[in-house]
């Protein structure tokens, strides 16, 4: 049994698009303004990743640019860097890191997440530990902060309920389908999915889908599917 609770208070990982299901009929009895949300949102994916330095990677390159950009930089580092592991970036160099168009933080960034892998993170082990300590664990690490975090439990361990309450594009989203005028900054946000719980990785998922549809452009960071039915 994926995603479903489990007792009361315990929730397991997302891993299939019913447990995508399940969580928008939930979070349209829990908050009923989310039904015209769903039909405007269409497909609503299951974005998972397999969990390790690939993914974070990927997501640590997404960090503050457009989809399109992030795709494009990505793109250009794995064909550069191939296999593209933690002793692969270390020994990359910097002409590498500027061919592929990561910025100096982003390549900072990389290159502490890839000592700290080398030294013995486990990047999958996060992935079956509780919300906060994961992250708490993870943005010790500098160049992972509490959105890249978040992202990475959202896609890498199916975590059912965070809310990356930082991301622009939720809280544009959010904004729209609410009647939030301006959108929500991030601790309006955190206030506000607080009441989506135990959902959130649901609602996540449900307005980056919301804002695709409306904006045109997908504003979700990047996961490589493992999308089952």
Known sequence: MHGALVGKDIMQRIATLDDIGRGLDALCIIDPR???VRDMAGEVPLRLSEPGFR????IIVSQQVSRASADAIFGRLVGLVDPLTPQAILAAGE???REAGLSRP???GLLAVSQAVVDGLDL?????LDAA???TAMTAVSGIGPWTAEVYLLFAAGHPDIFPARDVALQTAVG???GIDPRPPEKTLIRLAESWSPWRGVASRLFWAYYRETRGRDG????ESLEKA
């Open 34 to 36: 989310l039904a015209k």
């Open 95 to 97: 002409d590498v890191f």
């Open 124 to 128: 999958h082990h996060l992935c079956s």
């Open 220 to 223: 979700a960071p990047p996961s």
């Open 55 to 58: 993914s974070l990677a990927s």
């Open 133 to 135: 300590d994961a992250i």
């Open 176 to 178: 729209h389908a609410l």
């Open 106 to 108: 982003k390549q900072r």
